[in-house]
Nanobody, 114 residues
């Protein structure tokens, strides 16, 4: 059974940065496309970014140029570097297998506020 553990969230002022991490245990991590998602209060979960096994990336328009997704297959870890954060980035952030969704982890809360 695959377990996803997200970390790195917190409270940050507008314009600040955070780096999220997600460790996936119990799977052949390196072959899968992984995604970062977020869910704000009262809204549906949305895809923020994804990265293929080969390192190709995709970003939602709302985060393009501010967020960077990366992965370390040796560590079964996917990262999300978030710069120039805005209040509208406030949400719980999750990672998951993009094409074959695992059970969702607890996520990590990101709050952008002055």
């Amino acid at each position: 059974q695959v377990q996803l553990v997200e970390s790195g969230g917190g409270l940050v002022q507008p314009g600040g940065s955070l780096r999220l991490s997600c460790i996936a245990s119990g799977s052949i991590f390196s072959i899968y496309t992984m995604g970062w998602y977020r869910q704000a209060p009262g809204k549906q979960r949305e895809l923020v970014a994804r990265i293929t096994s080969g390192g190709s990336t995709y970003y939602a328009d709302s985060v393009m140029g501010r967020f960077t997704i990366s992965r370390d297959n040796a560590k079964n870890t996917v990262y999300l570097q978030m710069n120039s954060l805005k209040p509208e980035d406030t949400a719980v952030y999750y990672c998951n297998n993009y094409y074959n969704t695992y059970s969702w982890g607890q996520g990590t809360q990101v709050t952008v506020s002055s």
